[in-house]
């Protein structure tokens, strides 16, 4: 398991074990949208470290990063911190086309360039998280998938190849009390649209940036987590009900969903 970044563009890869064997890997599937890619070896002897539950991991609790920081020779490099914040969004400011990820672990634990897809793990060696981003204009924050997010992800590239997912054509954020009270939002829950894909299925039904995704169908939207979450319960191809908020009135829109790239 690795990030869809770390693979992408490339047709062959040598992969290293920690005891100096080498292999020549095989890409079993990627998916942009999740930043999550698996590869295949052949071998024996091979160990697999155990996985753990992500939902029970605690604000503060320790965390070990394991990764190849700027490639430095001499092995992986093990760095450790603490969970430092759950649920977080982040878009690539300098990387507009790469997708925003969605409910992310935070850490301190050091993360830099070449710990990409390396596993974020608990104290009982079990793997929490894939490491997968950094803040550049920050220090001591980075940034991983939760490895229950990444397990459904997983089996269906193994099973499959790639991910098949509906699509509305918005870029969204999580609304929260702090970002209604910041732009004297009337309502604190949703999904606040920021982009509409020009051409895509928001487009089409007159969407526009401002406005907050309340529902999708008869199910409420608290944040852009449950948002995605309702959405890929879906097939593109159907119509879906889409309640926004919009200058004070709550309005109901039907676009037709198509499959992400």
């Given amino acids: 398991m690795t990030n869809h970044h770390v693979v992408e563009g490339f047709e062959e890869f040598k992969i290293t074990l920690p005891d100096g064997r080498t292999f020549r890997g095989a890409l079993v599937g990627g998916d942009f949208f999740t930043d999550l890619a698996v590869l295949k070896i052949e071998g024996k002897g091979l160990k697999a470290l155990p996985f753990g539950d992500s939902s029970t991991l605690a604000i503060g609790e320790t965390v070990i ?52 897809g390396g596993p974020l793990l608990n104290l009982k060696g079990e793997v929490v998280g894939i490491n997968t981003a950094i803040m550049p204009s920050a220090h001591g924050i980075g940034f991983a998938i939760p490895i229950n997010n990444a397990k459904p992800v997983v089996k269906t590239l193994l099973a499959h190849g790639r991910l098949v997912r509906p699509s509305m054509g918005v870029t969204a954020v999580s609304v929260t009390p702090q970002l209604a009270f910041t732009n004297d939002l009337q309502v604190e829950r949703g999904a606040l649209v920021v982009r509409v894909e020009e051409g895509g299925p928001a487009a089409a039904v007159g969407m526009q940036p401002d406005d907050i995704i309340l529902a999708v169908g008869s199910d409420v939207v608290e944040d852009l987590h449950r948002f995605h979450e309702l959405l890929f319960r879906r097939q593109p191809g159907e119509t879906v009900q889409v309640t926004v ?12 969903l198509v499959r992400d790239r």
Wanted: charge should be negative; hydrophobic fraction near 35%; charged fraction near 20%.
């Fill in 65 to 116: 990063a394991i990764g190849s920081p700027l490639w430095i020779e001499g092995g992986p490099t093990v760095t450790v911190g603490v969970v430092s914040g759950k649920r977080r969004s982040m878009e690539e400011a300098d990387e507009p086309d790469q997708p925003m990820l969605h409910d992310l672990l935070q850490t301190d634990a050091a993360i830099n360039p070449g710990n990409s």
């Fill in 245 to 256: 908020w919009r200058n004070g009135e709550t309005l109901r829109l039907l676009p037709v």
